[in-house]
């Protein structure tokens, strides 16, 4: 396999070679004997002054003999320098911050949104509505948060890989990659709880939980970066399409032991009683869990669908416009294809189901798609620096907000008198008002630390 297989060529690594002394140090020249030098074609004329800047340009062998050491040649080119590698995919990170957004402050909005009470209000009950999720079978907006993380960590390990494996010398990169997962595996355990209840207690169903949410984030990237670097796209390929066909073979033609027929519903499919026999320890819904053993194959296919759009964002051969076309086509496409497989294998987010898979990573490639227009292509950045500031720090603020709670800190501000007053015009509105200034704390902690490129890396 090479970087070819995936759009890619080595130039998108470009690694300056080491140069001698004499090709490449600045040559001192008397000013006065000193030659016009000509600037390549490919630089437009500065409109002023301000946008010129020295260069130093080396002197060939024929005028070595007029170098001294004491002057330079004066030469001016523009500032602008066209770049050698692709600039960093903003809209990614916007992406990112967008979802950790809903993830560490959407919760508390949504629960003060419902406890607004200011009449009938169809479009308000609409918004309260897709800030929850489906009891089981179904899709809203907050359904598609979790997805969509796992969707843009595929999306990003292609740009973080690919510069690792550009030299050659892949085991470099496997080793970070086996590296990253299991520690990413063994946060998640320790942000559970993790031996902290003893290994489980049957009494009360608490202890370690082995499969959660940053567990299964760290699987996804383990196994789907272990294929990126070691299985060309047509291997990507069959393995995003044998994972979504042989989950919904399981699930639709092998009924759960002790079930007369095969069944969806909650505890009485294949998937759960799984969980139920083979998960150990702590499960979050006592017999199975909704990160269980099965329903994680297909979130891997999620992972997967985000190195599709990784390796298409990727290559140089399409421009910005196509490049936005095929996202936002292909996004469209998938939500129609994850609609209809939906009326024969249910949606289903706790299951992870095939059909759940195209539907959610279809708006994934479609929200991908409008960011990348709006932030990378228009260029329309500056509305969307919040969600940077998030997005650049994504682990950090999911871990601090299980220690920190912003919305306590807000509390102590905007509570007591404060927000009975505030509930005294639009009742429920100073609640309202609590979550949304928790999330302001949030957002100032994480603007802080950008300015500061302080980031939390594993």
Not at 52 to 70: G, I, L, M
Not at 282 to 301: M, R
Request: charge should be negative.
């Amino acid at each position: 396999m090479s970087l070819n297989d995936y759009g890619l060529r080595m130039s998108d690594f470009p690694e300056s070679e080491p140069k001698s002394a004499s090709e490449s140090a600045p040559v001192p020249v008397p000013a006065s004997e000193a030659a016009p030098v000509p600037v390549p074609d490919f630089f437009p004329a500065p409109e002023s002054e301000s946008e010129s800047v020295p260069v130093p340009v080396p002197v060939p062998e024929s005028a070595r003999e007029f170098v001294t050491a004491s002057e330079t040649v004066p030469v001016t080119v523009p500032k602008f320098v066209p770049e050698l590698a692709p600039s960093r995919l903003v809209s990614l990170d916007v992406f990112r911050g967008f979802v950790m957004f809903w993830i560490v402050g959407g919760e508390a909005i949504a629960h003060a949104l419902a406890g607004l009470n200011w009449g009938e209000s169809s479009v308000l009950d609409t918004v309260v509505l897709q800030l929850t999720h489906v009891e089981w079978e179904g899709f809203r907006f907050y359904d598609l948060i979790f997805p969509s993380f796992i969707f843009i960590v595929g999306t990003s390990l292609v740009f973080s890989l690919s510069k690792l494996a550009a030299p050659g010398d892949r085991r470099g990169a496997t080793r970070r990659v086996i590296k990253r997962g299991l520690l990413l595996w063994l946060i998640g355990i320790i942000f559970y709880g993790g031996i902290s209840k003893g290994w489980y207690d049957a009494e009360t169903h608490e202890g370690v939980r082995l499969l959660g949410v940053l567990q299964r984030i760290g699987i996804c990237y383990l196994v789907t970066g272990l294929l990126f670097l070691h299985v060309p796209l047509r291997g990507l390929a069959a393995a995003f399409l044998t994972l979504l066909a042989g989950y919904w073979a399981l699930l639709s033609f092998v009924a759960a032991p002790g079930q007369d027929a095969v069944s969806f519903a909650e505890g009485k499919n294949l998937a759960d009683w799984f969980d139920s026999e083979y998960l150990p320890f702590f499960k979050w819904k006592v017999t199975h869990d909704p990160e269980g053993i099965l329903s994680t194959l297909p979130a891997i296919a999620t992972c997967l669908l985000g190195v599709f759009a990784g390796i298409l964002l990727k290559g140089e051969t399409l421009t910005r416009a196509k490049k936005c076309g095929l996202l936002l086509v292909a996004g469209a496409a998938l939500v129609f294809l994850g609609n209809y497989w939906g009326e024969h294998f249910p949606v289903i987010k706790n299951l992870w189901t095939s059909s759940f898979v195209l539907l959610a990573g279809g708006w994934s490639l479609v929200v991908l798609g409008v960011f990348y227009m709006v932030v990378d292509w228009i260029g329309f950045k500056g509305w969307a620096m919040p969600f940077v500031w998030i997005g650049m720090n994504p682990i950090m603020i999911y871990l601090l907000s299980s220690v920190v709670d912003f919305n306590e800190i807000a509390t102590r501000v905007l509570g007591g008198p404060l927000s009975g007053w505030i509930d005294g015009i639009v009742p429920g509105l100073g609640a309202l008002l609590i979550a949304l200034a928790g999330m302001a704390l949030v957002l100032l902690l994480c603007r802080f630390l950008y300015k500061k490129e302080t980031f939390f890396r594993i």
